[in-house]
């Protein structure tokens, strides 16, 4: 049984950061591209970042760049995401997400059969 598990959420004051990891098990972490996505309550889930299964290429929606980072350690089985001069609006409930990818290369943005339970960020002061 597959099972994604977030952790690192909580509370920080904008300008802050955070790193949100996710614990993979039941699949060949390595076989896996990985992603996150965010959810404000009444907004629909929202990209935002990917990272290939070889961990070489990735992604991010235009609202994180430079201020977000994606990795993965593939001998952890874990994916993170380093989260600096976080706003208000960052504030949603973040999830992780796996796909199974022929290439090593290839990131998505949508079609991940994987997900986990999220975890809650707040920016607030």
């Known amino acids: 049984q597959v099972h994604l598990v977030e952790s690192g959420g909580g509370l920080v004051r904008p300008g802050g950061s955070l790193r949100l990891s996710c614990a993979v098990s039941?699949?060949?972490?390595?076989?896996?591209?990985m992603g996150w996505f965010r959810q404000n309550s009444g907004k629909e889930r929202e990209f935002v970042a990917a990272i290939s299964s070889s961990g070489v290429v990735t992604d991010y929606v235009d609202s994180v760049k430079g201020r977000f980072t994606i990795s993965r350690d593939n001998t952890k089985n874990t994916v993170y995401l380093q989260m600096n001069s976080l706003r208000p609006e960052d504030t949603a409930v973040y999830y992780c997400?796996?796909?199974?990818?022929?290439?090593?290369?290839?990131?998505?943005?949508?079609?991940?059969?994987?997900w986990g339970q999220g975890t809650q960020v707040t920016v607030s002061s």
């Open positions: 997400s796996a796909e199974r990818t022929l290439s090593r290369w290839t990131t998505l943005r949508r079609g991940y059969a994987y």
């Open positions: 039941g699949l060949t972490f390595s076989n896996y591209a």
